[in-house]
């Protein structure tokens, strides 16, 4: 396994690094435009209700409680490098159907939900991949800074992207065309991939080889066997199936209840996750200062009650209520995401990488589905303002999962091998 020079030296001198975070950085930019033009389809073009938004939201995270699982498990037997580069090319190919039909005038809701679950399916493939084959490149001393940098642009790309997404909508004249930016970002990053010159040697084999649902089983006893990981685990997955709820209801919200057209909503979604760049900013030093172990819930339990601002937006003004609540709770979002990604890359055993990212990563993100039908069909049953209300509060108070337990009590949170040893691991390979 190739690592950089034990001296330290700054990432901005890596060069694999810096290809692996500069075409991630161009494809989460086409995502987050991808994220705004897929609901503006259904509602602008196809004229979905609510529910039907709420079930193409489902469409695109359901993938993660089908294939995450059985994902970990082909990442810690493959090359990941070689995995991460298929996986951009089949979602290029599958986006791609979209501004096609479009131009032979066969676009319909069956389409979007298909594309919507096979990019999904690609995209959980990949981050667990990708979050496994960045303790290949960098020390474990250089992966707070590492996810900090990647986190900056993650937050980056959540403010250009629905701006850039609305301005695409009003230049070419239908949300449809502007998903073919996102077809374009993954072939630049399937080409920084291509670039990279570190190896991915595969991994060892030895011993008798496990099925899949052993392998899957290792996975889930590590996460749930560790006192840190498994309490991380249960704040994460509630604020996502509430987060998800918030956003499948709130771009519907923002077009029909105050009339805001593509480019404010645009704008509006992007102001809001500035946020995120400020957090990602921010964690590093932050956790030099009060320390590792409150930044899992200090930017969460402080921040993240600002979006119950949103619920009270009205027309005009109001959306300043939306991009302000937004912008802190993204803050926090991003301040707890890179404080535990950062940890759970730290402490894991190496062959266990792709099973434990792959663990967390189902049980985060396959909370999502349940929150998009969630808010479907709240929103058509109590209405848009009650359910936002509802999901702000809901994901606030996850954070609890973390604040009344021992890690409130502790300052940092100790990463060397001996306390790692605490949880249950499997048997050397």
């Known amino acids: 396994m190739t690592r950089t020079p034990a001296k330290r030296r700054s990432l901005w001198r890596h060069r694999d690094f810096l290809l692996l975070w500069g075409g991630q950085t161009v494809s989460d930019v086409g995502s987050a435009v991808t994220v705004l033009a897929l609901p503006l389809i259904a509602v602008s073009v196809l004229g979905a209700s609510t529910f039907e938004v709420g079930v193409l939201s489902a469409s695109g995270t359901v993938a993660y409680l089908l294939v995450a699982l059985p994902a970990g498990a082909l990442v810690d037997r493959t090359v990941k490098h070689r995995l991460m580069i298929w996986s951009n090319a089949g979602r290029a190919v599958v986006l791609a159907g979209v501004p096609f039909a479009a131009i032979l005038g066969h676009l319909s809701m069956p389409q979007l939900y298909v594309t919507a679950l096979i990019a999904g399916i690609l995209t959980a493939v990949f981050e667990i991949a990708y979050q496994s084959y960045l303790p290949i490149l960098l020390r474990r001393d250089q992966l707070v800074e590492g996810n900090g940098k990647i986190g900056i642009t993650n937050s980056l790309s959540d403010v250009v992207g629905p701006s850039l997404a609305g301005g695409l909508v009003s230049l070419l004249g239908s949300a449809a ?6 077809c374009v970002s993954f072939v630049v990053s399937i080409v920084s991939l291509v670039l990279i010159r570190a190896p991915d040697p595969p991994p060892r084999a030895g011993g008798p080889r496990k099925t899949i649902g052993k392998q899957i089983a290792e996975g889930f006893r590590y996460v749930a066997g560790h006192s840190v990981l498994r309490r991380v685990a249960a704040c994460a997955t509630v604020s996502s199936l509430f987060n998800m709820t918030l956003t499948t209801v709130l771009v519907v919200f923002l077009a029909r209840t105050l009339h805001a057209h593509a480019e404010t909503i645009g704008l509006v979604l992007g102001l809001g996750s500035a946020g995120g760049v400020a957090g990602a ?39 300043v209520l939306v991009s302000a609540g937004l912008c802190a709770t993204t803050a926090g979002v991003v301040m707890f995401n890179v404080s535990q990604v950062s940890y759970r890359q730290a402490v894991c055993p190496p062959e266990l990488l792709g099973r434990m990212n792959a663990t967390m990563r189902w049980a985060i993100r396959g909370a999502k589905p349940i929150g998009g039908l969630l808010g479907g069909v709240l929103g058509d049953w109590i209405g848009l303002r009650e359910t936002l209300f509802m999901a702000a509060l809901g994901s606030w108070l996850a954070v609890l999962f973390i604040v009344l337990s021992p890690i409130r009590r502790l300052r940092d949170i100790p990463v060397h091998e001996a306390y790692a040893k605490k949880a249950p691991q499997p048997a050397a390979p």
């Open 177 to 182: 065309y502007a998903v073919t930016a996102d």
């Open 281 to 319: 900013f921010a964690v590093g030093p932050l956790s030099q200062l009060i320390g590792s172990a409150r930044m899992f819930w200090a930017g969460k339990l402080f921040l993240g009650g600002f979006a119950l601002l949103i619920p009270f937006a009205g027309p005009r003004w109001g959306m």
